[in-house]
T-cell receptor, first 112, second 112 residues
Framework: GQNIDQPTEMTATEGAIVQINCTYQ??????LFWYQQHAGEAPTFLSY????GLEEKGRFSSFLSRSKGYSYLLLKELQMKDSASYLC?????????????FGTGTQLKVEL | DTGVSQDPRHKITKRGQNVTFRCDPI?????LYWYRQTLGQGPEFLTY????????KSRLLSDRFSAERPKGSFSTLEIQRTEQGDSAMYLC??????????FGQGTRLTVV
């Protein structure tokens, strides 16, 4: 939906670092999720940010700035299996309560 | 397997027919969501249950769509008089107050 904006495609090299940005309209915002989705599979949870700052979880980190309506997902030491769609989702946007509003997803391609 | 399960995984139907999908959430989760996803897009919210109560329904959802969760456990999504534009992946997700949403593998609907 129009409440969430993220790039549609990115390409990166195996072993490198990539940052996927997401911006959102802040009205009613509760928290920000990142999901990974491989083709033909269900989205799987990566991270949840509700407070400003960086949350690190292994090779993946997620950052949130509530005042700027901005988040990013940072993937380090990229592997071929990281090729997938990365979905940014806001909770509570536009008066949405507990439901998630997703962006279009960023299709990441990891190359040799 | 204690994840979210959906049935069927694939459904091909002729335009004008009715279809019904089932979702079995994770047993201790009281919240259940239905989303629709088309190729290259993020999941789009359809409806949300807390226990057996349907608390929210997307304004984009036509009256051909109906969902139930009669006992607060499994849920069904019915589409009446299907149209080609209904072709999509229908995703179910469940959560509790303290957890993120877990998604099922989805039901892929093709209307011919």
């Amino acid at each position: 939906g129009q409440n969430i904006d993220q790039p549609t495609e990115m390409t990166a090299t195996e072993g490198a670092i990539v940052q996927i940005n997401c911006t959102y309209q802040t009205s009613g915002f509760n928290g920000l999720f990142w999901y990974q989705q491989h083709a033909g599979e269900a989205p799987t949870f990566l991270s949840y940010n509700v407070l400003d700052g960086l949350e690190e979880k292994g090779r993946f980190s997620s950052f949130l700035s509530r005042s700027k309506g901005y988040s990013y997902l940072l993937l380090k030491e990229l592997q071929m299996k990281d090729s997938a769609s990365y979905l940014c989702a806001g909770e509570g946007l536009a008066g949405g309560g507990n439901k998630l509003t997703f962006g279009t997803g960023t299709q990441l391609k990891v190359e040799l | 397997d204690t994840g979210v399960s959906q049935d069927p995984r694939h459904k091909i139907t002729k335009r004008g027919q009715n279809v019904t999908f089932r979702c079995d959430p994770i047993s201790e989760h009281n919240r259940l969501y239905w989303y629709r996803q088309t190729l290259g897009q993020g999941p789009e919210f359809l409806t949300y249950f807390q226990n057996e109560a349907q608390l929210e329904k997307s304004r984009l959802l036509s009256d051909r769509f109906s969902a139930e969760r009669p006992k607060g456990s499994f849920s069904t999504l019915e589409i009446q008089r299907t149209e080609q534009g209904d072709s999509a992946m229908y995703l179910c997700a469940s959560s509790s107050t303290d957890t993120e949403a877990f998604f099922g593998q989805g039901t892929r609907l093709t209307v011919v």
